[in-house]
């Protein structure tokens, strides 16, 4: 796996922390959010059980390229077809469609770094004062609505979503769901508890 999906309390006891390793980034997500006259990052008051940081799920780089592209083609309104090897169709996609790209939660984040918070706002933050190495900054909600929007054409059922289990079967659309549920699961968690998506 080459993608790991954390979930780190937005608590004060972790947050205010002077050691807290995510210090430096909380504080460029408050600039950039107060900057385009969103709220701050929420903070809550900690409870036990509250503060810990835990693993939410993991994939490849490939695998969640399968689910964007998908996305992509959705949003543009192309036929979301599955494909067997991705090669160069995704960037080739991202190339073209770039534009609408930006305004994706889904897609427009990097594949190894950045974080999503439980906060409500149209598109990825992209500007300064954030930090370059982690790329855009998402909205838990942002990429909930995008990823349901997505479930009917990747065989989503949302009354009966899957669990974020790989299944790798040759099925059709079967690594879009995978990292489908492992998002949607993250994200899910992230709006209800209070947690910034962190990837890894």
Request: glycine share 8%; net charge negative; hydrophobic share 40%.
């Amino acid at each position: 796996m080459d993608c790991d999906v954390w979930l780190v309390p937005l608590v004060d006891a972790l947050c205010h922390n002077p050691e807290n390793p995510f210090r430096d980034e909380l504080a460029a997500y408050d600039a950039a959010l107060v900057g385009q006259g969103l709220p701050a990052v929420p903070v809550r008051t900690w409870q036990p059980g509250t503060a810990e940081v835990r693993l939410a799920g993991a994939f490849d780089h490939e695998s969640l390229h399968y689910l964007r592209r998908a996305y992509l083609l959705h949003r543009t309104g192309f036929p979301v077809t599955p494909v067997e090897r991705l090669g160069e169709d995704y960037d080739r996609l991202l190339e073209t469609f770039e534009a609408a790209a930006q305004f994706s939660h889904l897609v427009w984040h990097y594949d190894h770094a950045g974080a999503y918070l439980p906060i409500d706002f149209p598109q990825p933050l992209m500007d300064d004062p954030l930090p370059q190495e982690g790329g855009p900054l998402g909205s838990s909600l942002g990429m909930l609505r995008e990823l349901e929007d997505l479930a009917p054409y990747i065989g989503v059922d949302l009354l009966d979503p899957p669990r974020p289990t790989p299944t790798y079967d040759g099925a059709p659309f079967a690594r879009e769901r995978f990292v489908w549920a492992t998002l949607y699961a993250a994200a899910q968690e992230s709006v209800t508890l209070g947690a910034m998506v962190v990837f890894a």
